[in-house]
């Protein structure tokens, strides 16, 4: 377990004040997704972040990102606004950009989810998986990943390693597995934001060498227990190119707590 | 069937500019949902039109409105702006506006369809409905929806009155149903978008009032065929009063044409 200030997603992902409404943050190399750029995720987690000290509500809720331009390892700044902040629901805008050029734009509706006090009622439930114990580190065996390095900084355990990993896709774009970070940071709402962004696309297992995401809107439902994440992914309908992604994050207590669907385009 | 220019639709979600990126409309009450106000779908496709009239591309592929403030019928503006306009994506922003509050703010990304080249493969299949003709009209023999006249805008065909329409919600959160314009004018990407939103909420199903949409993100994945569109809804996770809602859009050829998902609260 480490604490806040040692975490690699910490560093990071950290901002800076620069004046009213504006922040500054260092893009790194360590969350490389395929191609070679910063991973949308991560990218998502630091306009979060620098939108997060200006909501008067703690947990992004609701979150939208159009993604304009990939990043790069380097400086950036982050422009926020907040559109209304309401007593139950507050609603921000999030520019990230490098240099003059605007990468992601994030809209995001923050609420306190310790208050969400109304009805419960679940039509599904966790993946079953095998304990984490019991199943394979996707990373040792798989099939070298060019230029990726954000599989440096999540584990993701399986129980047969998936068809992409050893270069036999199963022609079903859908996956399950258990995912946290590497160096034992447990996940809170910003880290969801940016897993349902950090494991192999589903459409790898119809033998696509990629997605690239357009929008990703990332529903957050509770705060996390700590421990590992139950995970399932699954694209129904590839288009002419373009596809959505679902993505699912159930928590150990067996809590659903970040669900995901993104529109993206094969490469 | 209608043209363009003779159905309730285009009519009252006409826009007129108003100088640089800047739009003028007239809400009316013809689209009034439950608790009375302008639906969440009506507001957007107002603001989707001053925004498509700025970017070079023509369908609104991935659309995401955060909702601020119901609106109310009457004068609204809309200040629109082009994020990023590529060769195969543009992505912009529009503000529908009242007096001096932002009612809906809009994350959109265009494309052409007709350009969609790329591979096809779907894992699932359009509802599985008897033909319109067999069907009843829900809104024929439905409780009484006081203040709800978007219910003559549009028409609603199930097999069976759905439980919620005879006073006996079900308990399953989920819905089937053919939906179309009353007025015979056929969907399109801007009108797809207003329907995602224009059916009773599932969560009805479940014996509850209503739903407060905070988000709504909608994925255009064709052009419609005209005539009748087939319809499928779920809430799958109601957690402390928050909810999705999936929606999906099947067009009379049996294609996949629209599919959203809405981040909601019980009222």
Not at 12 to 40: F, I, K, Q, S
Request: hydrophobic share 45%; aromatic share 6%; proline share 8%.
């Amino acid at each position: 377990m480490t604490t806040m200030t040692d975490s690699t997603f910490d560093t990071d992902t950290r901002v800076e004040p620069a004046g009213a409404h504006a922040y500054t943050a260092t893009l790194t190399d360590r969350w490389d997704a395929l191609g070679g750029v910063p991973n949308g995720g991560y990218l998502l987690a630091v306009a979060l972040r620098a939108l997060a000290r200006d909501m008067p509500l703690p947990d992004p809720v609701v979150v939208s990102a159009a993604y304009l331009r990939p990043g790069a390892p380097g400086p950036a700044e982050v422009a926020t606004e907040v559109a209304r902040a309401g007593r139950r629901v507050a609603t921000g805008e999030a520019q990230l950009r490098q240099g003059d050029k605007e990468i992601v734009r994030v809209l995001a509706t923050f609420a306190d989810l310790e208050q969400a006090n109304g009805r419960t009622h679940m039509r599904s439930t966790a993946p079953d998986l095998p304990a984490p114990e019991r199943c394979h580190d996707v990373m040792d065996g798989s099939v070298a990943l060019p230029g990726v390095s954000i599989t440096d900084r999540f584990e993701y355990r399986a129980p047969v390693l998936p068809g992409w990993a050893t270069g036999a896709p199963t022609g079903e774009s859908e996956l399950a597995f258990w995912l946290r970070f590497r160096d034992g940071r447990d996940a809170d709402p910003i880290a969801l934001a940016a897993m349902v962004d950090a494991a192999a696309p589903a459409v790898l297992e119809l033998g696509e060498p990629g997605s690239a995401t357009i929008e990703l809107t990332v529903h957050v439902r509770a705060r996390p227990a700590p421990g590992w994440l139950a995970c399932r992914t699954v694209t129904r309908h590839v288009i002419g190119g373009y596809h959505e992604e679902d993505f699912e994050i159930w928590d150990s207590a067996g809590a659903l707590v970040a669900q995901s669907r993104q529109f993206a385009l094969l490469p």
